[in-house]
């Protein structure tokens, strides 16, 4: 039985995933992760907010409007 409460760290777990579809947002949104750039530096509220809704979208777990047409 796997427990769920294990953490994985995979290259290909949910978490790294959503890691990385959060630095893809932060480049097309001209936020900075890092104190490096020349970018508008995110803040804390940013990240966690930012890494959570990547989570809920790597996971199907997003609810959001779809655009009526």
Same mark, same amino acid.
């Given at each position: &039985? @796997?427990?769920?409460? @294990? ?9 790294? @995933?959503? $890691?990385?579809? &959060? ?17 508008? &530096? ?15 979208? @790597?996971?199907?777990?997003?609810? $959001? ?5």
């Amino acid at each position: &039985m @796997v427990d769920r409460s @294990v953490l994985q760290a995979g290259e290909n777990s949910p978490e790294h @995933v959503a $890691y990385r579809l &959060m630095e893809c947002i932060a480049d097309v949104e001209g936020i900075s992760l890092s104190k490096s750039g020349k970018e508008k &530096m995110a803040t804390r509220k940013w990240i966690l907010d930012a890494y959570a809704e990547s989570l809920d979208a @790597v996971r199907a777990n997003r609810r $959001y409007n779809k655009p009526q047409t």
